[in-house]
């Protein structure tokens, strides 16, 4: 009943939108409202309160008797003490080396590190995390293997602020100048944000997922793959001292950190606020709307229920917050947002001549096909505009990208079709993900993946940089895909580098998981629509605004996330024939409940054959609707 409710509620938000089928994006004009500035929130050195730790790393035994420093060595990279006053760490290809404090420390600290490092092809990790190494190679250290972390995050280049909390991350993207000199790297944990300034100056901060149990200092220098150069930290000395809290009664701080009063929300979008004070209680109301409590770290999401009249989007919504803390003294601030709804559709032309697949768009690609500016959203909150050139020929679909992300040994390219229509990319369905990496990347990042991998033998992609730019050519043959293409196929595009995502549409979980909507094309359009609106359900749960059903969708109503049929469903498409007895043997189950199981798949329409006590798998051909058998 609440499922239905919600998306009642969501359909009506919907209803008055009128489609755009020109634009591909909303009214964005201003982009995506960037992070707030929390200046307002002080200095961190005027937060300094008494030094808890100290190491000067004047050639101490690292790891040995009272150190408090664990060692890790792996395949014996480079150590070193430069004047016996500086720790020099050196990552190579394939070897590592870490430094792990012997005591924990939790939220309420400050740290301040003097350090230098090289912002380069080996990845270093500064802060605290609790878990960072790799179970399958045992020489690749990460921070971003933790469930738990604060750190300053350095990979392929790029330099970021993270924080994970049960694993999940806030990504925030620093932009600083050259790394290799020294400098003053001073690092705030606290309960509801981490905050980071180099050489005193505010550079970056994040105040979702911040972890509340205590961690282990740690320095990491990896060599990560086969084609990184040698990379350097070195450090002169780290001390940590206590945050020291307010201690007279003082109003609370009221601070909207992001994003900023006066900017386009959408639904699901997380509004960040940060109390200065001893709060013990906040509490914020939309405009005609009840009044609801936020709890630590005072992060909640745009609603999708607007209370009033019929209401046209963009609305524009005060939010009232008010902070108390625990002698009664009250603060109240007001901030006015516009609220929106995503809304995408674009069209996909046919193309009378064949596309080449080089890496490339030539002339008569770019005359042929349509172009489009999309807006990828990023990890670390922010929007970047990014051209798509679309099309189809008779019967496959061509995609180029062009990417503002420079080229480099983690960049890379992924096309995902919802092949079933559903509205939800799943590597439990016959959905398709194809992967193109950057030259330099070479064919690491390079895939076809999803379940059906054996079904897509003519799938073409590549890349190229020119002057800059990365161009991520896709040429994906629909009749593949073992679908109706009448009835739409949704899509969504993605862009990494350094282990961080762009998204379009936007990604609203860890893991695979896209909301896509489905739009039927006519003989001479394709029209893509991607809804960037999904219900939560739960913490965990996610589910597609509009489903769109389909007698030839392989889906089992009964049982949707049982364990067993979803294995016997990649146990049958991973073989073109399997008797009853071994996949039985393999399913370690009793002939009869698997013969049941499978003959339910059967009758909903999932593609597979049987041939006496054989189940034989089958895929539409090309230009045939009718099934045949492989």
Not at 62 to 73: R, T
Not at 531 to 556: E, M, P
Request: proline share 4%; net charge negative.
């Amino acid at each position: 009943m609440r499922r239905l409710v919600l998306l009642a509620i969501a359909v009506f938000l919907l209803a008055s939108i009128p489609v755009s089928s020109t634009s591909p994006h909303s009214e964005t004009s201003t982009g995506y409202p960037r992070i707030a500035s929390a200046e307002s929130l002080g200095a961190i050195s005027e937060s300094r309160g008494q030094l808890i730790f100290t190491e000067q790393f004047q050639s101490s035994p690292l790891g040995y008797n009272s150190s408090e420093w664990n060692l890790i060595e792996i395949n014996n990279p480079s150590l070193a003490w430069n004047d016996g006053e500086i720790l020099d760490m050196w990552g190579e290809q394939l070897k590592t080396v870490l430094l792990r404090s012997t005591r924990d420390f939790g939220p309420g600290i400050i740290a301040e590190i003097n350090a230098s490092f090289t912002q380069g092809t080996c990845y270093s990790c500064i802060g605290w995390c609790d878990e960072w190494q790799d179970d399958e190679s045992d020489w690749i250290a990460n921070g971003r293997l933790c469930q738990n972390g604060v750190f300053i995050d350095c990979w392929d280049g790029g330099l970021f602020l993270v924080s994970y909390a049960d694993g999940e991350r806030t990504v925030a993207s620093v932009e600083t100048g050259d790394m290799n000199g020294w400098h003053i790297l001073r690092i705030e944990w606290t309960e509801t944000i981490v905050r980071l300034e180099i050489d005193t100056t505010l550079v970056a901060f994040v105040s979702r997922t911040v972890p509340q149990s205590p961690l282990t200092m740690t320095f990491i220098v990896s060599g990560h793959h086969n084609q990184v150069e040698p990379c350097r930290l070195s450090l002169e000395s780290v001390d940590i001292y206590e945050f020291e809290r307010e201690s007279k009664s003082t109003d609370p701080e009221i601070v909207l950190l992001s994003p900023g009063n006066n900017s386009i929300v959408y639904p699901l979008d997380i509004l960040d606020l940060e109390v200065r004070g001893a709060a013990t209680n906040l509490s914020c109301s939309w405009e005609k709307g009840p009044s609801f409590k936020v709890d630590s770290p005072w992060d909640f999401e745009v609603p999708f229920l607007i209370y009033g009249e019929e209401t046209i989007f963009p609305v524009s919504l005060r939010l009232t917050v008010h902070a108390t803390n625990s002698e009664g003294h009250q603060t109240t601030a007001v901030y006015t947002l516009r609220i929106n709804v995503r809304e995408y559709e674009f069209g996909v032309w046919f193309m009378p001549i064949q596309p080449v697949i080089d890496g490339s768009v030539d002339e008569n690609e770019a005359t042929q096909a349509k172009q489009y500016e999309f807006d990828f959203r990023s990890e670390c909150g922010e929007e970047v505009l990014v051209n798509v050139t679309a099309g189809f020929t008779s019967d496959s679909l061509y995609i180029a990208i062009e990417s503002p992300i420079p080229d480099s040994y983690h960049s890379r390219a992924v096309l995902f079709l919802d092949a079933n229509a559903d509205g939800l990319w799943s590597i439990q369905t016959q959905d398709l993900g194809v992967s193109q990496a950057s030259p330099s990347a070479g064919s690491t990042y390079t895939s076809v993946f999803g379940v059906y991998n054996s079904l897509f033998p003519n799938v073409v992609s590549a890349s190229s940089e020119t002057n800059g730019v990365l161009i991520y050519e896709f040429l994906i043959p629909v009749s593949d895909l073992n679908v109706n293409t009448r009835e739409g196929i949704a899509l969504g595009l993605q862009l990494a580098h350094g282990g961080y995502n762009l998204d379009f549409p936007d990604k609203y979980s860890l893991g695979l998981v896209y909301n896509l909507g489905v739009s039927a094309p006519n003989p001479n359009i394709w029209r893509f629509a991607l809804l960037g609106i999904v219900l939560s359900l739960t913490g965990a749960s996610y589910s597609v605004l509009f489903y769109k059903s389909r007698k030839d969708t392989y889906y089992h109503e009964r049982e949707p996330y049982d364990e067993s049929l979803q294995r016997i469903k990649i146990l049958l498409l991973s073989y073109d024939r399997m008797g009853l007895s071994r996949l039985s043997r393999m399913m370690n189950m009793e002939s009869h409940a698997v013969e049941t199981l499978v003959e339910e798949l059967i009758a909903s329409g999932f593609p597979v054959y049987r041939v006496n006590s054989e189940f034989v798998r089958s895929v539409k051909s090309s230009g045939n609707n009718d099934s045949q058998v492989l």
